[in-house]
Structure formats: C-alpha cells, structure tokens
C-alpha cells in the first residue's frame, strides 16, 4: 500500500511540476511576444528634421503614449539673442515658454501595424494650434507626419538625423 500511495505522489509530483514548466514555458512566449511589439513601436524612436531643417523632434515612449520634442532649432534665438518663445499660443500662460524643449506630438499610439502611429495630436508653433495627427514610418525610412482639422489634412516628410 505504502507502494502505491508513494507512487501516485511521484505522479502527482511530476504532474504538478510539468504544470509547472508548461506555465513558465507559456508565460516567456507571451513576454517574448508582448518584447518584440514594443521593438517594434521604438522603430520610430528617434530624432527627426522636419520640413526644410527648421527643426530636429526628439520622439520616443512617454506616460500618455508616443510623443515628441523640440531638441534643435536652426533659428534658436530672436535677432536681440533671446530664445525663441512660443509666442503665438492661444493660452496666455503658454506664451512664454521656450520653443525649444517644447512637446509638439503627444498620445500617438500604435496603429495596425508596426509603421502607423495614430490618435496623436500635433502642436504647431506657427499659429498656435493643435490638430489631430497621424504618422507613418515609410519604405524609404522618412517619417510622414500628418496633421488634421476635420477632413482638411496637411502632411510633412521628415528625415530621420544620424
């Protein structure tokens, strides 16, 4: 009897422990998986000029999604030597922050496949508005961003800085 007993708890030992294996086996797949479409949305990480060089936007992850940031400006200061400010937006208290530094793409998220990031909002600096935004990596590896009102879009082609 003692025989018995002891081998159903070698059963049931090797039952639970390949149980075990098959748990841990499982749950590394799904970190694997959950990893490489995170690699995946970096491809978009980076820093990128915009239209005609005026500006280099720092994009990487940040807490409410993708976004991204004036890093470098090719007109950095006003003729008198102070930085540029963003002067032209519509909140008041917003209007003396530096443009440099300054978040311009905010909430993107990733779209359907690995080179679509969208329900984004892009800010312009230009006239102080905000649109909504998409962007999409494309085959030549230039970004294209583009930004809404309504059915009305504009897009640019930015290229990624080395």
């Known amino acids: 009897m003692k025989r018995k007993s002891r081998a159903n ?3 049931q030992t090797a039952l639970i422990m390949g149980l075990g294996t098959l748990i841990g086996v499982a749950a590394a797949i799904l ?10 949305d970096s491809a978009v990480f980076g820093t990128w000029e915009t239209k005609d060089g005026k500006s280099h936007v720092k994009i990487e992850n940040c807490e409410d ?4 940031k004036i890093v470098w400006l090719k007109e950095p200061t006003t003729e008198d030597g102070q930085p540029k400010l963003d002067r032209l937006n519509k909140d008041d208290k917003l209007k003396t922050r530096p443009l440099l530094g300054l978040t311009m793409l905010n909430g993107f998220v990733p779209g359907d496949d690995n080179n679509h990031f969208d329900d984004g909002t ?10 909504s935004s998409e962007m999409a990596l494309l085959e030549d590896g230039n970004l294209k961003v583009e930004g809404c009102v309504l059915f009305i879009c504009k897009e640019q082609i930015w290229t990624r800085v080395p």
């Open 122 to 131: 892009i800010y312009n600096p230009s006239d102080g508005n905000s649109y």
């Open 9 to 11: 708890a070698l059963e």
């Open 65 to 68: 999604g993708i976004c991204g």
């Open 31 to 40: 970190m694997m998986g959950m990893t490489d479409a995170r690699a995946d």
